[in-house]
């Protein structure tokens, strides 16, 4: 059973750019969700997709955008990257097979720096 | 307003001794309450979680303790080795959304 992949591992952008991250759910999962954690933070919500919709929200603006595909893979948009976008993007996959749509498995992050 | 209080920021233990994290949460719809191991460089590791229902679980050295009147609950880990130093995070769970919201996260170390 493979896990949670992320790409790209790093990735540095300059400020106004706009950056694209990836994220391959675990098998039998049909739950993606994308967290941001900051240097020496807990992870925070950015979003849910459940069924390729959106399925919750957290306090982030609209620059912040998702994709969910038919094969439950995803994707994370941000545009005009701003300094303080600059942290650790953890996208964590449930539900599905599992039963259990709380539990939650991350992957390793994608660690993007906005110079 | 903070919905997840954990405590402590930093704790330092030797190795053989019982480490214990704590988080209080706010909201009484919270029905999912899950703790994650992370080492520097990964993603977190879930770890353990517990349900309302139930007062305690335990998964090898790993218990967590719950008091639902308290909204409290609490990570024990039971003869604590070197390789368990790493940063500890509660979260809560519920609703349709399946949302998790963190603690800020303890960093457990455990001395040799």
């Known amino acids: 059973e493979t896990g949670v992949t992320q790409s790209p591992t790093h990735l540095i952008k300059t400020r106004g750019q706009q950056v694209t991250l990836r994220c391959s759910s675990q098998s039998g999962h049909n739950t993606v969700s994308w967290y941001q954690q900051a240097l020496g933070q807990g992870p925070q919500f950015i979003f849910q997709?459940?069924?390729?919709?959106?399925?919750g929200r957290g306090n982030f603006p609209p620059r912040f955008s998702g994709l969910q595909f038919p094969n439950y893979s995803s994707e994370l948009n941000v545009n005009a990257l701003e300094l303080d976008d600059s942290a650790l993007y953890l996208c964590a996959s449930g539900g599905g097979a599992s039963g259990r749509p709380n539990e939650q498995f991350f992957g390793p992050g994608t660690r993007l720096t906005v110079l | 307003q903070q919905q997840v209080k954990q405590s402590p920021q930093s704790l330092i233990v030797q190795k053989g001794g019982i480490s214990i994290i704590n988080c209080a949460y706010e909201?009484?719809?919270?029905?999912?309450f899950p703790w994650y191991q992370q080492f520097p460089g990964k993603g977190p590791a879930l770890l353990i979680a517990i349900r309302p229902d139930v007062s305690e679980k335990k998964e090898g050295r790993f218990t967590i303790s719950f008091n639902k009147s308290a909204k409290q609950f609490s990570l024990h880990i039971m003869d604590s080795q070197p390789g368990d130093s790493a940063t500890y995070f509660c979260?809560?769970?519920?609703?349709?959304?399946?949302?998790?919201?963190f603690g800020k996260g303890t960093l457990l170390t455990v001395n040799p």
């Open positions: 909201n009484t719809a919270f029905d999912y």
């Open positions: 979260a809560v769970g519920g609703g349709s959304n399946y949302k998790l919201t």
């Open positions: 997709y459940y069924r390729e919709e959106e399925n």
